[in-house]
C-alpha cells in the first residue's frame, strides 16, 4: 500500500451505489506497481438534487475539482448525467454518449470527460490477438453497451455488424446511425448468412442465476471464430459455457473492466501502463472477484494429484485436474487423444483447456507434466493462481508411476528405458516448472502430511 502523507494525489469513481466497485483494487495496485503517490477511492454521491436545486451530481464534481482531485471515474447512474458539469468532452465520448473517466482539463477550470470503457474492450481484444478490421461481427443486445460497441467497432474498420435484439426497433435505431449494423429480430438470426464471425454478447441477459441463452441453437453459436461477454459476475454466463462447449476461444468482460481502468489511469499520469502491470493486476481483480487458486505443476508423479485433492480437501477448496477436464471435454482418454492426433493435437486441447481455467475460484488445480513447456500455458497458468511446482527425483517419480499404463510417454518401455526417460525429461522439463513456479515444494521422500505442513509454512511467508 501506498504511505498516505500530504502530498498525496486523490483519485476515485463516483456512481450510487458505489460499496461493489472493483475500481479501486484496479487503481490502486497500479500506484503501487509504477510507483505513484495516489489513493483511489470509492465516492458515494446520492441521486437527487440540492436545496438550490442543482443537482447531487454537479454539486459533487465541482467540489471535488475545488479539492484538487486528480482524476475521477463516474459510473451508474451517471455516466450521462454528468457531462453538463465537464468544461470539455472528447469526441469519442460525444459519440457515444457517455462519460466514465474525468481528467484535469488544460483549457479550463474543471474536467474534460472520456470514454475509456470502449477503448478499453478495443485494448484488451488487442491483447487477446484478437483482430477486428475487416471482421464480420454478430452482437446480441441493442442497449446502451451494444450500441457503444458498434460505434467502437465502426472506428476499428470492421465490415460488417448483425444486430440481434428482442425488441428490434431498438437495433434497427442504432443501424440508422451506423452504416455497417444490419438490424434483425432474435427470432431472424437464421437470416445471418453462413460465415465465421466475432461474436458479442451485450445483453443483461446471464447475470442473474438461472438465466438461460438468448437464443438456443448450437448451430448459430458454431458460427463464432471468438466469442467476448460483456458480462464479468458470473464468470462464466450461458453464453459463455456454450462457446466453450463447442470449442471456440471466448472471454468474459473482466479484461475491459481492467483496460478501461489502464487506459483512465494512463490519461491521470500521462505515461503508458506496461503490459506486465496490467497482468498483475488483472490477477489480482481475479483473486478479489472469483477467489484465489492453487495451481500445481511438476512431473507426472510428482504427486500433484494426490497432494492436490488432499490440500483441496483440508483448506475447504474445489480440486480440478487437468487431463481429467481434457479427457471430459474430449470424450476420449489420453492415450486415444495422442493416438488420433499427436503430441501437437494434445497440447493444442490442452492449451484451449488452460485457458478456460481463469473463470475458476478457490480451486486447487493439478497440471499434466508437460503442460509448462509452451509459454503462453505458463503465463495464463500464473495468471489464474499461485503456481506451486512439486519437484521429485528421478526414483521417487519411478515408484509412483511404474505401474500405471495410462501414461502415453512411457508406456511399452523396461523398467532403465523408464528410468532414462524420466531422467532426461526432468532435465528438459525442469527450467519450464521453475520458470512457471511462484513457489516450489520438494515431495521426494515425504508424505502427504509433511508436503501439506510445507505448503503452511509457505502461506505465512
Ligand atoms: P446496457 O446499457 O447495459 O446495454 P440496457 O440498455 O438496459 O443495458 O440493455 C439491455 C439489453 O439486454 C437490451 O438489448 C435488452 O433487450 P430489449 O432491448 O429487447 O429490452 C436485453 N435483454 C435484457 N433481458 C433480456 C432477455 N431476458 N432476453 C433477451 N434480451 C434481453
Known sequence: MIEING???ILGVIGDPIEHTLSPVIHNTLCELIGINAAYLPVHVVSGTSDAGESNISVAVKGLYASGVKGLNVTVPYKQDVMESLVE?????????AVNT???SKNGKGYKGYNTDMPGLRRALETKGVELSGKKVVIIGAGGAARAVCVMLESAGAEKIYLLNRTKEKAEKIAEEINIVVPLSLDEYKDIPDDKYIFFQCTSFGLKPGDGLVIDDDDFYRMAEYGYDLIYNPAVTPFLAKLSELGIKNDNGLSMLLYQGVIAFEYWFDLKVPGDYAKLTYAKLCQKLYGEN???????GSGKSTVGKALAEARGMNFLDLDEYIVEREG???NQIFAEVGEQGFRDSESFSIDSLKYLSNTVISTGGGAVIRQSNRR???ECGTVYYLSADVDTIYDR???DDQRPLLNGLSETEKKSKIADMLKARSQYYESAADITISTSNKTIEEILHDFEICDEL
Open 380 to 382: 495464463m497458468l500464473k
Open 294 to 300: 492453487i495451481v500445481l505443476v511438476g512431473y507426472m
Open 89 to 97: 468532452i472528447d469526441d469519442l465520448a460525444k459519440k457515444i454518449g
Open 401 to 403: 508411476v511404474k505401474d
Open 7 to 9: 502530498k498525496t494525489n
Open 332 to 334: 476420449k482418454s489420453i
Open 102 to 104: 474525468l481528467v484535469l
